[in-house]
Structures are given as C-alpha cells and as structure tokens.
C-alpha cells in the first residue's frame, strides 16, 4: 500500500491511565495538523472507565473546518466496539490506526495486542517494545544487559514496600531519591525525597499507580532528550535540553505551569551531540522500538557523563512538546512527522506480513 493514496487514519486517544487529559490535547493538535488531503481522519477515544467512542465533537468540528477543534478533546460520543472502530470500513481506504494513549492500557503493548489481532497497521512500537518500555523496571534490565549507563536504583513490589528502607541501603544509594511507579509517565506519582524520613510517603504515592515501584539515586545534572524515527534504520534527531522551573520536571512544569524551557538544540559540543545520539540509538535498538520514541538523559558533566533514563514510545506530540520540536529542527516539520509515522506503519505492518503462519 503506498501512503501517497488516501489513507483513513484513525486517531485513538484518551484511555484509562492517569495520562488520560494528555492524550486528548495531543490529539486534537494530530487532527488539526494531518493533510485532509492525503487523509479521511477519524477520532475514537477511549473514556477513564474504558468505553470505546467514536468522537462526535470532533467528526463535527472537523466537517466544520480546522479552527472550529477544541484546544483538547473529549473522548465522549456514540459506543463503539474495539475491533470494528479500527477495522477497515465500507469505503475500501486503507487503515492506520494513530494510538495515542500514555500510560498504562494503551502506551504498555495493550492496545498494540489489539491492534495486531485486528490486522491493521499502527503507528509506534510492538506489543513487546511497548511493554518493555512501559516498565521502567523491566527495561533497565535489558538496557542493563546491553551494557548501557544508568543511575542506580532498586526495584520493589507493592508487598515489598516495608523492607525500602533496606533496599535503598544495601544498594548504596544516596539521597535525594526518585520515587516513581513503574509503569506510568508524564511524572504522575513522582516524588523527589530527601531523607529517609520521607520515604515511606513516597513509595506508597507511587504504589498507588502501579504494582511495582522504582526508587533512583537522584543526579545533579542537566537533562538531554533525543528524538529517535525509524523502523530497521532508525535515524536520531538534533538533542533538546529541558531547564525546568520547579525542583525536577514534574507534571505541573510539564502541563499546568508551562514555565519550563525547552532548549533545541542542546548547547552540548559536537563530541557530546555524537554520543548521546549514538546511545539514543542503541537504547532504541535494545529495546526492539520501531516508528517513534523519545529517549531521555541525565548529563552528569565531569562524573559518568550520560545516562539513559528512560524511552518513551509514546512521546508528548503537541507542537510545543520536546519530540515534535527535536524533528522540526532536524528538518522535519509536525505534518512531515506525522505523514513519516504513517508511512513507517505501513512499512512495518508490510514486512511483519510478510512472515509465514504455515508449517
């Protein structure tokens, strides 16, 4: 299928994570940026309590013209089911679904699962890079297996919540400590602490997001972000660098205050921009990632330099979000990205395809 034909995309938001009112604003900027020419849009969103919807405001916002779409929408309207909502339609287009949930029950391998059952193309990582990606704990291990720096930290199930205080010892870390729930993003459930005084506060802030919790030695450092495109061949962007305003880059310097700078590109040298792109590229590539991610840094300038802190295969996407901003100044513009994405979907679901199901 070449992608120069019309495609039906269908944009899939909201979802039942903490991440939920993100994932709406992202996408009513994905509807207002994608060529009307190259695609007939649909928008489905999935509410907190999980019902599937197709989005009425948005089919009438977009009927009535670009302008007329809210700054976010609402993943309310008529019930659909799942399959059906993506599955390809009575106009004989071919489909692309654009999941863009975060969080748990859509950034994990979830809606991915779905997606491959239903036989349709998906923009971002498989079922397997999705989940690994989804759990911090899970894909330290593999960044760990290749080798790849990271700062210290200590991994802890729900029920292990009592023994942090010796987990955090016996592991050496120092404070201050990153408390963090395993498998959500966007800062939800982070807290930064700076005794163990504290500690016991925050792993179960966390554990109220997740089963499983990670504590981090805290770094003193600048934050580096890299963009990373491609399925087989994948290509890394321009690093951007985050200033946050409040004491580490929570979800209100990120969402609510919008004081943060984000700074493209990073005022790095050309030696420090080859490396962290090349480690961009490899946590990329460890993790199995196709179509986007987003791999975030810490710059421990003078010590152990970079480490790999997290990828995201579901970056922030508005046009001021640090992802579309790192390609806008490696020459991609946000509709490009978004007609790359598609096109990288298909060429995914294409050679996935290709695969024989017989003995």
Request: proline residues 6%; negative net charge.
């Amino acid at each position: 299928m070449a992608t120069r034909d019309r495609v039906r995309l269908v944009v899939l938001f909201g979802g039942r994570s903490a991440e939920h009112e993100v994932s709406c604003t992202t996408a009513a900027h994905v509807l207002a940026a994608a060529d009307p020419d190259r695609y007939l849009i649909e928008a489905v969103g999935i509410t907190r309590e999980g019902t599937w919807v197709r989005s009425d405001e948005a089919c009438a916002a977009l009927e009535a013209g670009r302008a007329a779409l809210p700054a976010a929408l609402a993943a309310t309207g008529t019930a659909v089911e799942p399959l059906p909502a993506v599955a390809p339609g009575a106009d004989g287009l071919p489909v692309v679904v654009m999941p863009l949930l975060h969080g748990p029950q859509g950034e994990d391998g979830t809606v991915q699962g779905l997606l491959e059952l239903a036989g349709v193309p998906y923009v971002g990582s498989g079922v397997l890079a999705s989940a690994l990606c989804m759990d911090k704990v899970k894909a330290k291990e593999v960044l760990s297996f290749h080798h790849l720096p990271q700062v210290p930290y200590v991994a802890l199930r729900d029920v292990e919540l009592a023994r942090a205080h010796d987990a955090v010892a016996a592991q050496g870390l120092a404070y201050p400590l990153f408390v963090k729930p395993a498998n959500l993003g966007s800062s939800v459930g982070v807290t930064k602490v700076h005794g163990p005084d504290a500690l016991d506060e925050a792993v179960a802030t966390a554990a109220a997001y997740d089963e499983w919790v990670v504590v981090e030695e805290g770094v003193t450092g600048r934050e580096i972000e890299v963009g990373v495109l491609g399925n087989a061949d994948p290509r890394a962007s321009v690093p951007g660098e985050i200033v946050s305003s409040h004491e580490f880059y929570d979800y209100d310097d990120k969402y609510i205050d919008g004081t943060c700078d984000l700074v493209v590109p990073a005022p790095l040298d050309a030696e420090a921009t080859e490396r962290v792109r090349s480690l961009a590229l490899d946590a990329y590539r460890a993790l199995r990632c196709d179509g986007m991610a987003r791999v975030d840094f810490f710059l421990e300038e003078g010590r152990r330099g970079f480490l790999v802190n997290e990828v995201n295969t579901i970056p922030g996407f508005t046009p001021g979000s640090m992802y579309p901003k790192l390609w806008d100044a490696s020459g991609v513009s946000y509709p490009e990205l978004i007609d790359e994405l598609v096109r990288l979907a298909v060429e995914r679901h294409e050679r996935r395809s290709r695969f024989s199901t017989k003995r």
